[in-house]
């Protein structure tokens, strides 16, 4: 038997899947497995850590990954592939997934894997809160609950495109397992959600709220059409720290745009990437889009090229570019983009073979 090692400990399963009929639970499996690969995959993973059960899927990854590029990469893989997967699907075949992660000792047995970190993975899967989100969110195609111990150490600190802004605090309970944990929970889609997926623990003496309660409600007011008294009670608002002042910039920048004020919006969004000093992803993308609503194409094609430096795989950018450069009456240009979004949207599959057939048609004259 292998020594026991510290390491990240993902587990995923299939909303609804026991009340399926047999056939559709065996397509749902394979859906489950094309989606784990695939998020693999983005996250440069290999697809033999992924060990499949019933209706879900154990994920296993090396000891010596970057916790902080791998998981919200990961993330990100297995949104897009849900959407590219359920794209292809009737709305009865459809999955909607729940995915826990957490970090920790794991040991490999005779009958697989064993250890704390497995444990506490399947209980938070299992825990109410993560499954009461997929029915607070009904437009979310994902659910994600993670371990307290790993939303401080990696997610709270802003990695990548997980803004921990995102993610509520819960407390999951199994009262028959004789389980109880903090933990957190974030949803792909927020579109009309009822509520929080579940209501905080009471903060512990000392410690703040991962989103103040202004901003969240502030956020909730832009989301709804209410922009105006949004930024109404965020002008009230006092940061105390630098997570909230980012959390204020973030939510003013949306109800900015809201009220088609591009440039109020460009400027709390220059200010969120000077504050955290490294390049995220969803800044970039928000802050080009915003130039591009203000009449700046050359900074919003400045701003996109610059996020495709650092996220070859965003290809939203690639689209947004080429929606750009065919206003521009670039063709060629713009072609080139709209073709390879279409790549990263879906590398294989009938949509690849209509690109490659389109990619051998002449661009019209103008």
């Known amino acids: 038997m292998a020594l026991p090692r510290r390491a990240l400990c993902g587990a995923v399963d299939i909303k609804g899947w026991s009340g399926r009929p047999v056939p559709e639970q065996i397509r749902a499996q394979h859906s489950l497995v094309t989606v784990v690969h695939e998020a693999c995959r983005e996250a440069g993973l290999p697809e033999e850590i992924v060990q499949s059960s019933g209706d879900g899927v154990l ?87 993670v371990s307290d111990y790993l939303y401080q150490d990696v997610i709270r600190h802003g990695f990548a495109d997980l803004r921990p802004e995102d993610f509520s605090n819960v407390q999951s309970t199994l009262p028959e397992k004789s389980f109880t944990a903090n933990a957190w929970v974030w949803v792909s889609d927020r579109t009309d959600g009822r509520r929080a997926p579940t209501t905080a623990p009471a903060e512990p003496e000392g410690t703040r709220p991962a989103l103040p309660h202004e901003v969240a409600e502030a956020r909730t007011l ?3 059409g209410h922009a105006r008294d949004a930024l109404r009670l965020l002008s009230a608002f006092q940061p105390a720290d630098e997570t909230e002042v980012l959390a204020l910039l973030d939510v003013r ?14 400027k709390d969004l220059e200010e969120i990437l000077r504050v955290r000093k490294e390049p995220s992803p969803t800044a970039l993308l928000r802050l080009a889009r915003a130039y591009a609503q203000a009449g700046d194409a050359e900074m919003a094609r400045q701003t996109f090229g610059y996020l495709l430096d ?13 929606r750009l450069e065919r206003q521009a009456d670039r063709y060629a240009v713009a072609k080139d983009h709209l073709t390879e979004a279409a790549r990263l949207l879906e590398p294989q599959g009938p949509l690849a073979v209509l690109i490659e057939e389109l990619l051998e048609l002449p661009l019209p004259e103008r």
Do not use: W
Not at 253 to 266: C, S
């Open 253 to 266: 920048a949306d109800a900015y745009l809201a009220l088609g004020r591009p440039e109020g919006a460009v």
């Open 310 to 322: 650092h996220d070859p795989m965003a290809f939203e950018a690639h689209l947004e570019l080429g």
């Open 59 to 145: 994920i296993m990854p090396p000891s010596d990954i970057d916790e902080t590029t791998v998981l919200p990469d990961l993330v990100r893989g297995m949104t897009t592939a849900l959407r590219q997967e359920n794209r292809m699907l009737s709305d009865a075949a459809r999955i909607r997934v729940r995915l826990a992660l957490t970090n920790g000792i794991v040991a490999t047995g005779p009958a697989g894997f064993s250890g704390p970190a497995v444990i506490e993975c399947f209980r938070l899967l299992d825990s109410p809160p993560a499954k009461a989100a997929l029915v607070d969110f009904p437009r979310a195609e994902l659910a994600l609950i």
């Open 222 to 224: 832009a989301a709804t």
